[in-house]
C-alpha cells in the first residue's frame, strides 16, 4: 500500500526518476557558484532560463517524437523559415504584428502538418523525412530573404521575445505553459498513454483500437508549432527574421530529451527529464561563458557532457534488469 | 445450448502478395457455444479471425452479426460490434503497467478530459482480484514472464464484455493450472450466452472445451463436426487431408555417455542446487509448472544468464560457458520458448533466418556462395515442412507455427551435439508435431542428446528417456520412463509450490 502511494505521488516520481541528473545540475550549479559570483544572481539566472526557453519549447516536442520511436530534425531549419516568414510579413508586405505572427506560427504548423503526414501515411522513415524538410524549410527561408536577415524595427515586435511581465521575461512565460501543457498531455491525457503504446509497441496499439497515423499525425504537428514558436521568440529578441537562425537546434533539442532519460528506441521518457536535460545543457554554457572558457572548447565540453551522463543512466539502467 | 446464431462468416476470401491465404472459408457460431477452429500451420486460422477482428479486410464475403450484415474496417468496429480477440502473438506495451494495457485505446477519463489513473488502477485491480491472479496492476509488462503476460492478455479481452470471444492458441504458453482456470471461466462465458471461437493445436483441449469444431485446410472450409460426434482421427484426416499413423516416433537407445553435467547451480532466487546429468543419445525431459526455472537453468548452460555458484561440465570437463557464441562453439544449441522476443528478425527473410547462425558454410572472406546458402535453406525448410511461397518471404508474415519451425530449423543448421529445445512443439500443429518428434528421434539415434522443456505432459511422458521435474527453482524428481504418468509428474511438479 505504501508503494502504491509513493508512486502516486508525482514530486517523489520525478526526484527519484531523474535523481541521476538532479544530482549532476546541482552538482553543476555548486560549482559555478563557488568559481563565479555572478552565476547565482537574478539576472543570470533569468538569463539562463531564457536561453534554455527555447531549446525547450522544441525539446518538449521532441520527447514526444523521440517516445514514438522517430526524429525529427528539421525544427532547426522551421525556426528560420518562421522568423523570416514573421519579419517578412511585416518589413515587406507591411501587415500588422497579429498577423504576422499568426503567418509564422502556421508556417511551422505546415512544416509539422506535412511531416506528419508522410511519416503516417507511409513507411518513410521520419528520419528521411525530417531530414528532407529540413533542407526544404531551410532553403526556402535563404530564398524568401535572398540570404540576408530582414530587419524589424518594432518596439511591440520586440517586445514578444524581450518583453517582461512583472520581472519574468516573456520567453519563460510561454515556457512555462509549454511545459505544462506537455506534462499534462503526456501524463494525465489519452493521447499521452496512446504516444507510449505506440512508441513502445505499434502493433498492440492498433490491435488495441489506437488510431496510430492520427497519434504520429499530432506529434509531428506539435513539433512544427514549438518550432515556430521559438522561430518567432528568437527573431523579435535579435530584431529580425535570419535565414541562418536555428542552425544545430535540433540536437541541442535531442540532446536534451537523451540526457533526460528518454529512450532513442521509443515507448519510454518524461518531459519532466528533458526540463532537467535542458537546464543541464543551458547551465554549463552559460557557466562556461562565465569562466571565460573560448565557444570551441565549448562544444568539446557538450559532448563529454552527454556522453557522461547517458553512460551514468545506461549503467543505473543495466542495474535494474539484473 | 441455444439455437440462436450470433455470427456467421460467408465464403471470405483473402489474398496476400503472392499468397492466398483463404480462399473460400465460412463459419457460423451460435451463442453460448465454444467454436474451435483447426487446421495445420498455415492454414488460415489466423487470418480469418484478424478479418473478424479488423486488422486486415477480406477481399470477398460477408460477415453476419445477429442476422444483419455489416462492414468491420477497423479494430474499433470490431469492439463495436462486440468482438473481442486475443490474437495469436502478445500484443501487449512493454514498458506500460498491466492496467494501463488494459484499458490502452479506452481509458476511463475524468472531467472528461483527463485519464483517471485512480480508476483505471481500481478497476484492473478489481479485475485482476476477481480472476485471482497474483498480479499487480501498476506492475510493467515487461517484469512479467510470458505466461502472467498471457493471462493478462486473457483478462483484457474478457473485460471487454464482448458478445464474441475469440482466442487464437491463448494456451500455448500456459501451465495446466492456468489452462483449467481458463476453461473455468470460458464456462462462464458460455452461461452467459457469449460466442466463442477457439483455436488451438492441443488436441486434448478441444475434446474438453469444444463444443463444434470446424476444420480448415490450406484456407478452404473442410467441414464442420460435434465434438462428440467424431475422433481424434477423423479430425487429423481432415485437416492434413491423409491418415497419420505415427505420432510420437521413438526408438529407444541405452544412453551411457555423459555429455553434460551439471553440479549445484545456483542462481539467486531463481534457482536453487540444480544437479542433473545429461547422456549422448537421450531425450532428457525437463518437465513442471510454468515459472518453474526450467528456462533459466538452460540459459544459464548457454551463457545468457549468469550464476553465483556451482559448476558445469561438457564431456567430463569443467568449462565457463561465457556466451552463447561461446556456447555454441562448445556444440550447444538452444531453441527459446519466445520466438518473437528472442529468436526471429521479423523483417528478415526465411533464408536470413535459417542460416543466420550458419554462415560459416557459405560466407567465406568476401565471397559469399549463393548456392550453398540456398541448399541450407531448402534443407532445413523442407525437413521442418516449413510453409512459404518462397525463400525471401518475410518472416513476420508467416504463420505462427511456421515461425516455430523457422527457428528450429535455423539451430539444427548448427548441427548440435547437445539440443536444447523450450517448449518446441508450442503452436506446431499436429502434422508438424508428429514431424518434430521423428526428427528428435534421427538426432538422438545419431548421438545427439537433447534436452527437451515441455509443459504438454503427453509429448514429455511419450518422447523423453528420462524427465527431470521442477519446482520453484529446485529439482524435485528425476524419472525414468517406466511407470512414468502424468499424475507422477505434477506431483513432483507442485511441491514447494504455496498457493
Ligand atoms: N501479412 C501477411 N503477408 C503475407 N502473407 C501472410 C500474411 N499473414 C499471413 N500470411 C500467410 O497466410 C497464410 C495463412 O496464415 P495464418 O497466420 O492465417 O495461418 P494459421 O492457420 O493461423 O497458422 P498457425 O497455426 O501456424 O498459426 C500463411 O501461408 C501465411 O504465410
Ligand atoms: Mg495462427
Not at chain 1, 505499434?202 to 499530432?218: C, D, M
Not at chain 2, 451463442?31 to 489466423?46: D, P, Q, R, Y
Not at chain 2, 486486415?56 to 479494430?75: F, L, M, P, R
Not at chain 2, 474478457?158 to 492458441?169: G, N, P, R, T, Y
Amino acid at each position: 500500500m505504501k508503494k502504491l502511494q509513493a508512486k502516486n505521488n508525482p514530486l517523489y516520481n520525478f526526484g527519484r526518476e531523474n535523481f541521476g541528473i538532479l544530482i549532476g545540475l546541482l552538482l553543476l550549479c555548486v560549482i559555478l557558484t563557488i568559481f563565479s559570483p555572478v552565476f547565482l544572481s537574478k539576472n543570470n539566472i533569468l538569463n539562463v532560463l531564457r536561453q534554455v526557453a527555447t531549446n525547450l519549447y522544441i525539446a518538449c516536442a521532441m520527447t514526444m517524437v523521440i517516445i514514438l520511436g522517430g526524429i525529427d530534425l528539421s525544427v532547426g531549419s522551421t525556426i528560420a523559415l518562421s522568423g523570416v516568414v514573421t519579419g517578412g510579413m511585416i518589413a515587406f508586405d507591411g501587415h500588422s504584428l497579429v498577423v504576422a505572427v499568426i503567418a509564422g506560427l502556421l508556417v511551422g504548423v505546415a512544416v509539422g502538418a506535412f511531416n506528419g503526414f508522410l511519416i503516417s501515411k507511409t513507411t518513410i522513415p521520419p528520419f528521411i523525412v525530417t531530414l528532407s524538410t529540413m533542407n526544404i524549410a531551410r532553403g526556402a527561408s535563404y530564398v524568401y530573404t535572398g540570404g540576408q536577415p530582414i530587419r524589424v524595427m518594432s518596439d511591440s515586435f520586440n517586445f514578444i521575445g524581450s518583453g517582461y511581465v512583472g520581472e519574468i521575461p516573456m520567453p519563460i512565460i510561454y515556457l512555462v505553459i509549454i511545459v505544462i501543457i506537455s506534462v499534462l498531455i503526456m501524463s494525465k491525457s489519452r493521447l499521452g498513454r496512446h504516444i507510449y503504446a505506440v512508441g513502445g509497441n505499434p502493433t498492440a496499439a492498433r490491435f488495441s483500437g489506437i488510431n496510430n497515423s492520427r497519434v504520429l499525425f499530432f506529434a509531428y504537428l506539435f513539433s512544427g508549432l514549438m518550432a515556430a514558436i521559438a522561430g518567432v521568440v528568437l527573431a523579435s529578441r535579435m530584431f529580425s527574421g535570419q535565414p541562418t537562425a536555428g542552425q544545430g537546434a535540433e540536437m541541442d533539442a535531442i540532446a536534451a530529451v537523451v540526457l533526460g532519460g528518454t529512450s532513442m528506441s521509443g515507448g519510454v521518457g518524461k518531459i519532466g527529464g528533458t526540463v532537467i536535460g535542458a537546464l543541464i545543457i543551458g547551465v554549463l554554457s552559460n557557466g562556461l561563458n562565465l569562466l571565460g572558457i573560448n565557444s570551441f572548447w565549448q562544444y568539446i565540453v557538450k559532448g563529454v557532457v552527454i556522453l557522461i551522463a547517458v553512460y551514468v543512466d545506461f549503467l543505473k539502467k543495466g542495474k535494474k534488469s539484473n | 445450448m441455444s439455437e440462436k446464431i450470433l455470427l456467421e462468416m460467408n465464403h471470405i476470401r483473402k489474398e496476400f502478395p503472392g499468397v492466398l491465404a483463404l480462399k473460400d472459408v465460412s463459419l457460423q457460431v451460435q451463442a453460448g457455444e465454444v467454436h474451435a477452429l483447426l487446421g495445420e500451420n498455415g492454414a488460415g486460422k489466423s487470418t480469418l479471425i484478424k478479418i473478424l477482428g479488423g486488422i486486415y479486410s477480406s477481399d470477398a464475403g460477408e460477415i453476419v452479426i445477429d442476422g444483419s450484415v455489416v462492414t468491420i474496417n477497423s479494430v474499433q468496429d470490431a469492439q463495436k460490434f462486440g468482438i473481442s480477440v486475443i490474437h495469436q502473438e502478445l500484443v501487449l506495451v512493454p514498458h506500460m503497467t498491466v492496467a494501463e494495457n488494459i484499458y490502452l485505446g479506452r481509458e476511463p477519463l475524468k472531467a472528461g478530459r483527463f485519464v483517471d489513473f485512480k480508476k483505471m488502477n481500481d478497476d484492473a485491480k478489481h479485475l485482476l482480484d476477481s480472476f485471482e491472479l497474483d498480479i499487480r496492476p501498476n506492475e510493467e509488462i515487461s517484469e512479467l514472464t510470458i505466461a502472467q503476460q498471457q493471462m493478462v492478455e486473457i483478462i483484457k479481452a474478457l473485460s471487454f464484455h464482448a458478445k464474441i470471444l475469440v482466442m487464437d492458441e491463448p494456451t500455448s504458453s500456459l501451465s495446466e493450472k492456468d489452462v483449467d482456470f481458463l476453461f473455468e471461466n470460458i464456462r462462464k462465458l458460455k452461461k452467459a450466452q457469449v460466442g466463442i471461437i477457439y483455436i488451438s493445436h492441443r488436441m486434448s483441449e478441444l475434446k474438453q472445451i469444444a463444443d463444434k469444431i470446424t476444420v480448415i485446410r490450406d484456407g478452404e472450409y473442410i467441414g464442420t463436426r460435434q465434438t462428440h460426434a467424431t475422433t481424434n482421427d477423423e479430425l487429423i484426416t481432415m485437416m492434413v487431408g491423409r491418415q497419420l499413423t505415427n505420432y510420437y516416433t521413438r526408438t529407444f537407445g541405452n544412453p551411457t555417455t555423459k555429455v553434460l553435467e551439471v553440479k549445484h547451480l545456483n542462481a539467486g532466487k531463481l534457482l536453487k542446487d540444480i544437479s542433473f546429468h545429461l547422456f549422448s543419445g537421450e531425450i532428457l525431459g525437463f518437465a513442471g509448472l510454468v515459472g518453474a526455472g526450467r528456462s533459466e537453468v538452460m540459459k544459464c548452460i548457454f551463457g545468457i544468464d549468469a550464476f553465483e555458484s556451482g559448476e558445469i561440465l561438457i564431456n567430463g570437463e569443467p568449462v565457463v560457458v561465457k556466451n552463447p557464441d561461446d556456447a555454441m562453439k562448445r556444440g550447444i544449441a538452444l531453441v527459446p520458448e519466445s520466438r518473437k522476443r528472442e529468436a526471429l528478425f521479423m523483417d528478415q527473410s526465411v533464408t536470413y533466418n535459417i542460416t543466420i547462425k550458419a554462415l560459416g558454410e557459405f560466407i567465406h572472406g568476401i565471397h559469399v556462395d549463393n548456392a550453398r546458402e540456398t541448399e541450407i535453406t531448402k534443407e532445413y525448410v523442407d525437413m521442418m515442412e516449413i510453409k512459404t511461397p518462397t525463400y525471401k518471404q518475410v518472416v513476420g508474415n508467416l504463420s505462427g507455427g511456421n515461425q516455430q519451425k523457422v527457428v528450429i530449423g535455423r539451430w539444427l543448421a548448427t548441427k548440435p551435439k547437445i539440443l536444447i529445445l523450450d517448449e518446441p512443439t508450442r503452436g506446431v500443429d499436429v502434422g508438424a508435431k508428429a514431424e518434430i518428434y521423428s526428427i528428435m528421434n534421427e538426432l538422438v539415434k545419431n548421438g545427439v542428446a537433447i534436452i527437451m522443456i515441455s509443459s504438454e505432459l503427453p509429448e514429455v511422458i511419450n518422447m523423453s528417456d528420462r524427465v527431470v521435474v521442477m519446482s520453484n527453482g529446485k529439482i524435485t524428481g528425476c524419472l525414468s520412463r517406466e511407470g512414468l504418468t502424468q499424475e507422477k509428474i505434477m506431483h513432483h511438479a507442485t511441491q514447494f509450490v504455496t498457493t
